[in-house]
């Protein structure tokens, strides 16, 4: 039928258009001496701090487009075996895009290269998209860090009317 075949065509152009959207971006390590993008760090720990302190002792990787930075991801060791993501953001303009599982998939890829077998990935309980999305990704519940987000920072932080409490911990093989 004319609209079947119409409809196939579309789809395929649309898969071309987002294999060469995604051909054109890029995930790299961000170099010493580069402009930190807080403003994409912070979307995802509203704690300045906090995420000084962790940056520190951190590999910061970003997603790029023609030096557009779209998003961000921070990566750290916990032994030689697991590697956590401590923060990770797509700009508020490119987000619900396909993006972030674009970086997150890209993440595996770099922390298996580094030798990583496991990693790791915390949320707030008031996260609902971020747990669906990290359990999307092959991500299983590891262990919940009771007043996590109560204990540690400074402001109450709420989302989807629901106060940030506790931490949950995921995890996905390598
Ligand atoms: N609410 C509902 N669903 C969501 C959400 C959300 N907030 N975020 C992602 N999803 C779903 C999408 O609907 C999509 O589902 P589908 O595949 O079934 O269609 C899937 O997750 C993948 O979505 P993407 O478009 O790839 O996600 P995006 O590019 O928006 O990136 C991210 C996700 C990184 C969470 C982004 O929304 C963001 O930067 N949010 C603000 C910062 C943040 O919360 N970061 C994570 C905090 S935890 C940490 O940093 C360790």
Redesign the pocket.
Known sequence: MFFYKFTTKFQRLENLITQTIIIAMAVRQLEKGEMIPYD?LL???PDRKLLEQYLINSWIFVLEQIETIM?V??LQNIDNQIV?????????N???????????ENTFEIAKTKGFEKIR????NS????I???Q??GFDMKEIRKNFFVENYENSIFEHNLQAKHMIVFEKNL
């Open positions: 994409l979307l995802a720990d998003g991801c921070v956590e993501i401590k923060n990770i953001a797509i700009d508020e490119y987000q619900n895009k396909g993006f972030g599982k674009f970086l997150l990935i915390g949320t707030a996260s609902i998209g971020q669906y999305l990290y999307k990704m």
